[in-house]
């Protein structure tokens, strides 16, 4: 049995220490906000919060969390850049089938927690884990500066 700190509340999870944080959050848990894409690290559609570094909740074994507090998009609007980031997502209309937006705004969010006010190719660098089949790219970008001019 272990204690995970999910969006700022205790819950106890009984889970194999090999199985992913993705799995524990969507199987166990019913948070089915973070996405299963290819299941090794290649999309970045399970894109969390450990503390303050974003990572892939598919390949973040229950072993690897310690007592870092974990963020997920249900919990993202919560401080005030996730706030901005989400708003700026709905002003741009950023979302397309939306399967990959929730790792994109995860990221976006760790991005301009420590980068108030990247350029297009900080941007573009930070973002480059994170796949979106339909596209969306320019209106992500446009999204982050919009976040960051809030
Ligand atoms: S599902 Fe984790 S990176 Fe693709
Ligand atoms: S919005 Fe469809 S995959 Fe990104």
């Given at each position: 049995?272990?204690?995970l700190?999910?969006?700022?509340?205790?819950?106890?999870?009984?889970?194999p220490d090999?199985?992913?944080?993705?799995?524990?959050?969507?199987?166990?848990?019913?948070?089915?906000g973070?996405?299963?894409?290819?299941?090794?690290?290649?999309c970045?559609?399970?894109?969390?919060h450990?503390?303050?570094?974003?990572?892939?909740?598919?390949?973040?074994?229950?072993?690897?969390?310690?007592?870092?507090?974990?963020?997920?998009i249900?919990?993202?609007?919560?401080?005030?850049i996730?706030?901005?980031?989400?708003?700026a997502?709905?002003?741009k209309?950023?979302?397309?089938?939306?399967?990959?937006?929730s790792?994109?705004?995860?990221?976006?969010?760790?991005?301009?927690?420590?980068?108030?006010?990247?350029?297009?190719?900080?941007?573009?660098?930070?973002?480059?884990?994170?796949?979106c089949?339909?596209g969306?790219?320019?209106?992500?970008?446009?999204?982050?500066?919009?976040?960051?001019?809030?």
């Open positions: 049995m272990k204690t700190v999910i969006n700022g509340v205790s819950h106890q999870v009984e889970a090999d199985m992913p944080l993705l799995w524990v959050l969507r199987d166990i848990l019913g948070m089915t973070t996405k299963y894409g290819c299941g090794i690290a290649q970045g559609a399970c894109t969390v450990l503390g303050d570094e974003a990572v892939r909740a598919c390949q973040t074994t229950m072993d690897m969390i310690d007592s870092q507090p974990i963020t997920t249900e919990g993202a609007a919560a401080n005030s996730g706030a901005k980031v989400q708003a997502w709905l002003e209309e950023v979302v397309q089938c939306g399967y990959c937006q790792g994109q705004i995860m990221s976006a969010i760790a991005l301009l927690s420590s980068n108030p006010k990247p350029s297009d190719a900080e941007i573009d660098d930070a973002m480059a884990g994170n796949i089949r339909c969306t790219y320019v209106r992500i970008r446009e999204a982050i500066h919009a976040a960051a001019s809030a």
